[in-house]
């Protein structure tokens, strides 16, 4: 099992949970952050440390939600590991708990 970061991280990206990640496993994207399945140690460290509830367990995963863990396992191959904390972005209180925000998705 593993951790996963949903939509709701998309153009939010606070970085609250990369802080406590004992194994460095989130990547940064240009607005949004993944979790790689194969470097996550199901540590639950950082679900509660995530202001806006975008990281959640795979096996309590919304349904709506369950694309975000191949998007998750997808985008961690390529985007680069983040290992300490940065600001997130200016207009990240505006995006918070937005929905349908998957096209806003900046590879």
Same mark, same amino acid.
């Given at each position: 099992? &593993?951790?996963? @970061? &949903?939509?709701?991280? #998309?153009?939010?990206?606070? *970085?609250?949970?990369?802080?406590?990640?004992? @194994?460095?496993?989130?990547?940064?994207?240009?607005?949004?952050? @993944?979790?790689?399945? +194969?470097?996550?140690?199901?540590? &639950?460290?950082? $679900?509660?440390?995530?202001?806006?509830? %975008? !990281?959640?367990?795979? $096996? +309590?995963?919304?349904? +709506?939600?369950?694309?975000?863990?191949?998007?998750? $396992?997808?985008?961690?191959? !390529?985007?680069?590991? #983040?290992?300490? *904390?940065?600001?997130?972005?200016? +207009? %990240?209180?505006?995006?918070?708990?937005?929905?349908?925000?998957?096209?806003?998705?900046?590879?």
């Amino acid at each position: 099992m &593993t951790f996963v @970061v &949903t939509e709701n991280c #998309i153009k939010c990206k606070y *970085m609250d949970c990369v802080e406590v990640c004992p @194994v460095d496993c989130f990547h940064e994207g240009p607005n949004f952050l @993944v979790i790689d399945p +194969d470097e996550c140690i199901d540590c &639950t460290l950082c $679900e509660p440390e995530c202001p806006i509830n %975008a !990281i959640y367990s795979e $096996e +309590d995963l919304p349904e +709506d939600q369950q694309h975000f863990i191949q998007l998750n $396992e997808e985008l961690s191959q !390529i985007w680069p590991v #983040i290992t300490e *904390m940065k600001d997130p972005p200016e +207009d %990240a209180k505006e995006w918070e708990d937005k929905p349908n925000k998957l096209e806003l998705l900046e590879r």
